[in-house]
């Protein structure tokens, strides 16, 4: 977008040279520290079954994992994903707010803990090295899955956000378990023991008004703890998939596109309101302890 309107500006100068230079640093790469890959989805029904699993570079992994997104675990994905990648966390704020349209405040904040954002079709991430190392791996699906979201609720932060994340989490298991770098029985088992001992759990009090938030959430896992208040998000909605079906969830995030209310689509997905399935999420991390 921002490269878009800096050529437009660049009238005067020869329209058709500034397109040229825009198009090749958007096309092939690299300004400043700013790497931009513009990743073609190949539709579900072509993709080889099972899908081979490139990991060799940004745009092949990106590939490899939203083909297992939109094949596998059946969630739309739009046909262009814009990948940013900066070389320093300065870069990425600045890309956060040039490329991902986040404001300046937002930005210095996401930039001094976040190694990825998932925008409207764009991802906006830290550079890696190895980007078949799992933790990068993870950090793609996790980041894929929230673009997809936003492409099924047409719109950014309209679902909760503990289920948003949750299920972002829940996704990025399943994609690494079906390349084979990970299983999901051992991130349920490393999930389960880092909230064991997470206060909201303690105090039986989860306060998912708050987690529901963009600001709320932050707010929670920057006092709480990211780790533990990440992990129960996924444990909450690895719960509601195994009640509901993990159909229920995609329809959830759909009725954004049609109403964006976010108790009355949480009710009519799930069957109860909010406050009730906390009540019965309290009860449910609980047995962990045991
Ligand atoms: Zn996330």
Redesign the pocket.
């Given at each position: 977008m921002s490269m878009v309107r800096r050529a437009w500006a660049g009238r005067r100068r020869g329209l058709r040279r500034v397109l040229l230079i825009a198009l090749a640093v958007a096309v092939t790469g690299c300004a400043q520290g700013r790497t931009v890959v513009p990743v073609r989805m190949q539709p579900a029904a072509s993709l080889p079954s099972p899908i081979i699993p490139d990991l060799s570079s940004y745009e092949a992994t990106v590939r490899t994992i939203a083909g297992v997104i939109t094949r596998d675990i059946g969630l739309p994905l739009p046909d262009t994903v814009m990948v940013y990648v900066y070389s320093s966390r300065e870069v990425f704020e600045q890309g956060l707010v040039a490329d991902g349209q986040v404001s300046r405040m937002r930005a210095a904040e996401l930039s001094d803990f976040a190694i990825g954002v998932g925008k409207r079709r764009q991802l906006l991430l830290h550079h890696e090295r190895n980007v078949a190392s799992t933790e990068w791996v993870r950090l793609v699906a996790?980041e894929l899955a929230?673009v997809s979201q936003i492409e099924m609720a047409e719109g950014e932060g309209r679902a909760e956000q503990w289920l948003a994340?949750g299920m972002?989490e829940w996704v990025s298991f399943r994609v690494l378990e079906r390349l084979g770098v990970d299983t999901v029985a051992r991130r349920r088992c490393l999930a389960i023991a880092t909230i064991r001992d997470h206060a909201p759990i303690l105090a039986r009090r989860l306060d998912l008004e708050t987690l529901g938030t963009s600001p709320g959430f932050t707010a929670r896992h920057l006092r709480e703890g990211s780790q533990a208040t990440y992990q129960m998000s996924y444990l909450l909605a690895d719960y509601l998939i195994a009640r509901e079906g993990f159909g229920s969830l995609v329809e959830y995030f759909r009725s954004f596109a049609r109403r964006a209310d976010r108790r009355a689509n949480f009710q009519t997905a799930f069957g109860q309101p909010l406050r009730e399935f906390e009540q019965e999420a309290v009860v449910h991390l609980a047995k962990f302890r045991q």
């Open positions: 996790h929230h994340e972002a």
